[in-house]
T-cell receptor, first 115, second 113 residues
Framework: AQKITQTQPGMFVQEKEAVTLDCTYD???????LFWYKQPSSGEMIFLIY??????QNATEGRYSLNFQKARKSANLVISASQLGDSAMYFC????????????FGQGTRLTINP | EAQVTQNPRYLITVTGKKLTVTCSQN?????MSWYRQDPGLGLRQIYY???????DKGDVPEGYKVSRKEKRNFPLILESPSPNQTSLYFC????????????FGPGTRLTVL
């Protein structure tokens, strides 16, 4: 079965610093996708970035990049030059590329950006 | 505007009173899903649907029903709600391709007394 682990319940970072949110995953499948979502205090789930298991390059989307280390089964999110608006809950998730297209989520990391 | 809508956004009800949370998407997506979010547990899938009239159980289906009579709608039904179903519920949709991103509705906060 798939499993996502986010070991940082909370993180505090100074504005403009870079921040890395950890995510490790467990699956015996070779084909899978990894996602990061942001959940601000308003509650909605906002898609940030996607990495496929066969993608050789790390995914990037603006200030977000995904540090994908397949052998270590890690998919850390890196936010460069953090902003106050980055304060939110962040979820790592994965789905298998075969069968039911279910997203399995980690427990989440609450990121707080201090001015 | 492409979106997933849910209604109601907030609901307080009592044990045993049947309720339905509606979900609608305007992106012509084939895949739709329901999740519940509980503190410390992240989001867990309740039910999903790969297409009209095709539904299947997720990880936590007990106490819930769904139907998919039209492509755009995927209501979640709680026949006899109980306090342990107090949670934040999200509907999501995506294209059929496995690499496509799931887009989430705004969430429905349900309290069962």
């Amino acid at each position: 079965a798939q499993k996502i682990t986010q070991t940082q319940p909370g993180m505090f970072v100074q504005e403009k610093e870079a921040v890395t949110l950890d995510c490790t995953y467990d699956t015996s499948d070779q084909s899978y996708g990894l996602f990061w979502y942001k959940q601000p205090s308003s509650g909605e789930m906002i898609f940030l970035i996607y990495q496929g298991s066969y993608d050789e390059q790390n995914a990037t989307e603006g200030r977000y990049s995904l540090n994908f280390q397949k052998a270590r089964k890690s998919a850390n999110l890196v936010i460069s030059a953090s902003q106050l608006g980055d304060s939110a809950m962040y979820f790592c998730a994965m789905n298998l590329l075969q069968g039911a297209q279910k997203l399995v989520f980690g427990q989440g990391t609450r990121l707080t950006i201090n001015p | 505007e492409a979106q997933v809508t849910q209604n109601p956004r907030y609901l307080i009800t009592v044990t045993g009173k049947k309720l339905t949370v509606t979900c609608s998407q305007n992106m012509n997506h084939e895949y739709m899903s329901w999740y519940r979010q509980d503190p410390g547990l992240g989001l867990r899938q309740i039910y999903y649907s790969m297409n009209v009239e095709v539904t299947d159980k997720g990880d936590v289906p007990e106490g819930y029903k769904v139907s998919r009579k039209e492509k755009r709608n995927f209501p979640l039904i709680l026949e006899s709600p109980s306090p342990n179903q107090t949670s934040l519920y999200f509907c999501a949709s995506k294209e059929r391709d496995v690499t496509d991103t799931q887009y989430f509705g705004p969430g429905t906060r349900l309290t069962v007394l």
